[in-house]
């Protein structure tokens, strides 16, 4: 597993069932983290998804503030229990 896809990985397990989008995902680790970038998060998020370890929803979209405008849309996930 690479490095970024720890860091993902890692924050979501911090609480898990939580939702959180993609963005703000993202906007949490580059903090610490600038080298992360947003599309390596919805990468690792579908991978996390095709295996059974997220379960992405996409109810964010329409939850987003209007000035946010990077995205399509938001994959909003937590950790399956």
Known sequence: MTAA?????TELATDPGAHIS???LA????GEHPELHLA???RT???LGEVGL???TWDA???RAPSRTRGSGAAVC???R
């Open 5 to 9: 896809r720890r860091l993902v990985l």
């Open 61 to 63: 979209v329409h939850r």
């Open 27 to 30: 906007d949490r680790l580059q």
């Open 40 to 42: 390596t998060v919805y």
């Open 22 to 24: 993609a963005e703000d």
């Open 78 to 80: 937590g950790i399956r």
């Open 54 to 56: 997220v379960q992405p």
């Open 45 to 47: 998020l579908r991978t």
